[in-house]
DNA sequence: TAGATTGTTAATCGATTAACAATC
DNA sequence: TAGATTGTTAATCGATTAACAATC
């Protein structure tokens, strides 16, 4: 067992705040700040200095004690962990509303992810362009996959469809799967799913809410007229 | 503090899973079942029962044992425990590709949510339609809102401008945002903002990624023969 | 130097999982 | 009835938070 090994056994809550780190880094980077500390980022983003300073410890970063942390380094070492310094060619399928804007989405190109072509069925689609790439016919994804060796896949098509979809890909030997369908994808163990599914966000938001309207109603009402009631919302980064 | 309180407490990961069980649970009811056990859920979903028994639990609804739960009271119960069975009306701000997908995408009216007017301040794109609402001008953002009195707002605007329109959403007396930018936005303590960041998706999608290929060369390689690999990655719904 | 900050070890908190009595 | 399933209470697991020595 590698050092390497223990990459993969950061925290899951972890691994979903180096991406807002590495934004703000960024951030400060073209601000021309050379030197971070954990209590700066904390500061930033509303979170607790310890909580950074131990999911910065994760990426195998080291600081320096009353200086902090060099951002250029800090900014190298989170974007190798997230494996965002090598480039993943990527297939999208489903060239519709969703599709497309996946397709426009600029910010992907930081992260590593390059999508180099969509495929649909739509033949009124087949043979355009969406954003600079080519649409391609359903049928030549297996081909083109094969010999492009592109093994990770944008899901963007309608829920009916999504598990016939996710067969071929299997089939075309994917190993990556961006899922922005709501269906659940059965795939083998080997396949790695990601779901991005709208309505989860949208349940958290929506719970978030009427637990904030019921704390404000209730001190209205005067049964609880102390200040405690901002610091009993939920956290804003939990989702 | 009456027994209503008890819904804020449900854990986030059981918020979360809640609109996969109830996505399920409409599957099955549109093929005319009229029960459902635990176990059969986690089955379909790939989880464990308990898990599936201890979040249903939250909603407050109760089963039948030997029988299960009734699928047309689950599906209520589930539903208005998110607040989805009251309507709940939105301004979506940024009419670009992002904002005109969101603005295509049909599963919001289940969930509740009623889009009903975008802003832009793109002048091309003011008094046009945009699957179906109209694109106001930004100035107008403001008197709209206190008279219709909408205090959900859906932020899918450039990162450079989201702080800024942010503070303006505030100002119009917004109590929600759900934010796909990936600017933190701050906002003061009384209004929720729900990040969308696609970047956190691909984050952990890469990681698992990169944690499933390690094992599989490690596999490769011989070190480790028997079967435990495939049991060793990370479960694909845990994001 | 003195003080701020790191990194590590321990304590706490919360979610998941297990065990099992109650029940239709 | 017997057996499957619920709901609750306890045990385990893992992430967050706290404490503190090391250090530039």
Redesign the pocket.
Known sequence: MTDDMYKQ?A????IR?LPRYLQLLLTMQADGREF?????IADALG???????????HTG?????????ELSGLIERIEAFLGWNNTTDAFLIGAGHLGSAVLGYEGFGRYGLNIIAAFDNDPTRIGTQVHGRPVFAMDKLRDLATRMHITMAIMTVPRVVAQEVADELVAAGFLAIWNFTAAHLKVPAEVVVQNEDLSVGLAVLSVRLASAQRQTTEGLSGENDDDTLAEATL?EDDV
């Open positions: 056994m925290p899951l809550p972890t705040r971070v500390s954990t209590t700066h979170l607790e200095p310890i909580q950074v300073r131990k999911d910065l410890g970063i080291v600081g320096k004690p009353k200086v902090g942390f956290d």
